[in-house]
């Protein structure tokens, strides 16, 4: 974390369970946004002010879209080669993921590998 502290204008937040926020306030750049996506319920702790005031920094909300809201997100990561990192799993190996992720192993959002389906 310490090499982007104030770097990034933008960061979309997607983790879906409530959990420390308060270090990403520092990666942003003055006047930066941290823009939750979803639900993420009470938080604990709770969120520090001081360097948003100090930075011009804020935190916003948004709802999860519909297939039109998806599909111009989509449109708008092709286009400007937008890609996130992810890990492709067999859907035989769903359990060692979620055994993985409560032992805080995970780097990247899992993907099920749908042809792992048929077999």
Known sequence: ??????????????????????????????????VVVGYLGPLDPMLVTVPMISGGRSVAGALIGGIAETQELLDFCGKHNITSDIEV???????????????????YRFVIDMKSLKG
Not at 7 to 25: G, K, Q, R, W
């Open 1 to 34: 974390m310490a090499s982007v502290m104030g770097h990034f204008d933008v960061i979309i937040h997607t983790v879906s369970y409530a959990h420390d926020l308060n270090p990403y306030n520092g990666t942003l750049a003055t006047n930066g946004t941290l």
């Open 89 to 107: 799993i067999k859907n035989q190996d769903i359990n060692k993921a979620y055994e993985r992720m409560l032992k805080s192993d995970v780097h």
